[in-house]
């Protein structure tokens, strides 16, 4: 009877602490229902929440991959075990991947964490343009990514990533869709060479009477027990009211594009949810609960 409460305790908890995570990812390999080390395409682990309907991803690519190494960032604790990567190439060549979301109903505040790493350098040769991560609707390919004349604007929601700014190095950006229709970047801290970016977004669709959709940014927060605090604890942080998602209802997958990027990237806990406390939870009070729970349970027995 004591082990059965003791479990009761921890799930009522992880589930009050899920109930606004719409997907997360953390990229574990090695179990049965995980990721396997190797190309994206055609892997199918199950995930709560976020990934149990069955949704394949579908890449193009066998240099985007499933790794066994975690990417680690100071103040996100999170499960350990693998992480997304692309293996760099010199060849100029649209190179992505999406991964379907279980369904959800949809509403007018998004939560998005992320963490991404642009590794050491770029190769002798190729080109330097994006590669970035994040949550949108299915779409098109290069042409639309690249906001060709020909083509539709059809990419919504938000990406995060790298692209080259001074020469030779990463700039870290935010890469969103703006009121013309086009995808355009935002800069968010420049020359970031090897280094693991824990990047947060907050999404209000049709703010302002319907006429404006908002994107609130947090870089590198050392204390996200609140909003309030990851403002006051940034590396960088800012409002981008530019950005054009047009419906609530757009986001419906997990996307990874890498264009005429000639560079290793590495992304990891990919995170969408409602409450900035579903993405960025509190790892330790969770643990600080449960064990009182089980603490009281053992007394009583």
């Given at each position: ?8 305790v921890?799930l ?9 995570l ?7 390999n090695g ?7 190797g190309?994206?395409?055609?892997q199918?682990?199950?995930?709560t929440?976020?990934?149990?309907e069955g949704n ?7 240099n985007?991959?499933a790794?066994?190494?975690t ?6 604790t999170?499960?350990?075990?693998g ?9 100029d060549f649209f190179r992505?991947?999406?991964?379907k979301?279980d369904?959800?109903t ?17 190769l002798?040769?190729g ?10 609707n299915f779409w098109g ?5 690249e906001?060709a004349?020909?083509?539709?604007s059809?990419?919504?929601?938000l ?9 030779g190095?990463?700039?870290l ?5 703006n009121?013309?229709g086009?995808?355009?970047?935002t800069l968010?801290?420049s020359?970031?060479?090897n280094r693991?970016?824990?990047?947060m977004?907050?999404l209000?669709v049709n ?15 050392t204390?996200?027990?609140s ?7 940034s590396?960088?942080?800012g409002?981008?009211n530019t950005?054009?998602m047009d419906?609530?209802s ?6 990874v594009v ?6 290793t990237?590495?992304?990891?806990e990919?995170?969408l949810g409602t409450?900035?406390?579903a993405v960025?939870?509190e790892p ?5 609960l449960?064990?009182?729970?089980l ?5 009583r027995?």
């Amino acid at each position: 009877m004591k082990q059965a409460l003791s479990i009761f305790v921890v799930l009522a908890l992880a589930s009050t602490t899920h109930a606004t995570l719409i997907a997360a990812d953390s990229y574990v390999n090695g179990g049965p229902s995980d990721y396997t080390v190797g190309g994206l395409n055609g892997q199918n682990p199950s995930i709560t929440p976020g990934w149990t309907e069955g949704n394949a991803w579908s890449v193009g690519s066998a240099n985007l991959q499933a790794d066994n190494i975690t990417l680690t960032n100071g103040a996100l604790t999170h499960p350990t075990g693998g992480k997304g990567k692309y293996i760099a190439s010199s060849f100029d060549f649209f190179r992505a991947g999406h991964h379907k979301i279980d369904a959800y109903t949809p509403v007018n505040t998004y939560y998005m964490s992320f963490l991404v790493n642009p590794g050491s350098s770029f190769l002798g040769s190729g080109s330097r343009e994006h590669s970035v991560v994040g949550f949108t609707n299915f779409w098109g390919g290069k042409n639309e990514f690249e906001n060709a004349p020909a083509a539709a604007s059809e990419v919504y929601g938000l990406f995060t990533g790298f692209t080259e700014g001074a020469a030779g190095e990463a700039d870290l950006i935010m890469r969103a869709r703006n009121g013309a229709g086009d995808l355009e970047d935002t800069l968010l801290v420049s020359s970031v060479d090897n280094r693991t970016m824990h990047v947060m977004f907050r999404l209000d669709v049709n703010v302002g009477g319907g006429s404006v959709d908002e994107v609130t940014y947090w870089v590198n927060p050392t204390d996200i027990s609140s909003e309030a605090q990851a403002s006051a604890t940034s590396e960088a942080t800012g409002l981008v009211n530019t950005f054009a998602m047009d419906t609530n209802s757009r986001i419906d997958r997990k996307w990874v594009v890498v264009n005429d990027y000639a560079r290793t990237f590495f992304w990891d806990e990919t995170r969408l949810g409602t409450t900035f406390g579903a993405v960025a939870p509190e790892p330790t009070t969770l643990g600080l609960l449960a064990i009182g729970g089980l603490a009281v349970l053992r007394r009583r027995s």
